[in-house]
């Protein structure tokens, strides 16, 4: 049985697979770029102000995802914002994370070895002994025999480890572990398995470059006063250029009026190579009508793998021929929060699967 792995990316999808890994007594490291962990479940602060600015709240309705959420709320990570938007209720509740969505990652990430600022630049596999400058993760340097996976920091492949600091945490150039699980949005992944020179089985590699995401321009208002919005603070007007907006003070996330506005796919595809600052006064003049407060300043930010649009079929990918490598992540069951938990927990099962048989490389 080998007994590490590295996970990529501190998203709720890689947060959960890792997780599920250490309860079975794997080594495991989470690696992100990001200066938190939650990935598209963020909050950003300026000053006083906050804003929620990827996933607005969540749905659970899968057994195995309402235990996980049923866990949050009972410590107080999550709670119930609402069950409707614009004055209409379905029964169903959505969550919010307290104060904001990025709770849920900083919780998760209690306990787990998640290294974040640390952008991964490929994906490759190796053999021989574990070189200077590489950190082996868990017990895979006493098998340097075997084929396993190495991955490179970005920035820092070919640069000397600092003098005296050998391959310890935060120094080394790159990892090693006997399996790797990625959970970067699906192209992302590709072109670090592109950037190793690893080359994926054919029906592995078609199925992958088959998903697909809408991007999402958001813009993030500091407001003179509490906006218009009608509770619980947020819409989907359904026409225009805005797909969702909310009130960060009304949704308790903000001590002081902000608002977040998502412009739909559609209009985000058009403009997002485009002056971001534009986009961004055009969504505000659309906001004017329903938030009715004057703007002190806004920022925008463009998500480029906001949702996905086409999936995955099935849960995970575990590719063929290769040491223990599975792709995961919402684009893998849903384009929602739920999904990407439910994928982290198909991942850590099927990897253990393949860990246990013993499939050969
Ligand atoms: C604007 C927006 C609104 C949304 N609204 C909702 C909503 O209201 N409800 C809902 O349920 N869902 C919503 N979603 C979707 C939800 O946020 C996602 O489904 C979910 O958070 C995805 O989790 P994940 O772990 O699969 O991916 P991510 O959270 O994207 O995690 C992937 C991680 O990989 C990291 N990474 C990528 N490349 C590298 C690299 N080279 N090196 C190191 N790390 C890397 C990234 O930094 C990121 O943290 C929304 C998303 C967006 C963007």
Known sequence: MSRSAIVIGAGLCGLVVAHELAAAGIAVVVLDKGRSPGGRLATRREGEARWDHGAQFLTARDPRFCSMVDGWLAEGVVAEWCRGFGGTSDGHPRLRGVPGMSAIGRRLA????????????SVATVDGPVPPGSEPIGSVAARPGERRWRVELDGVAGSEPAPGTGDAQGSARALEADAVVLTSPVPQSLALLDAGRVVLDEPDRAALERVSYDPCIAVLAELERTSALPPPGALEPGTGPIGWIADNLAKRVSPVPTATIHATARWSAERFERDRDESARELLRAAEPLLR??????RVHGWRYARPAVLHDGPVRIARGLPPLALAGDAFVAPRVEGAALSGLAAAAALLETLSSGRPS
């Not at 209690?110 to 630049?121: E, H």
């Open 110 to 121: 209690r306990g787990l070895d998640v290294r974040t600022g640390t952008r991964v630049g």
């Open 293 to 298: 407060s004057p703007v002190r300043g806004f």
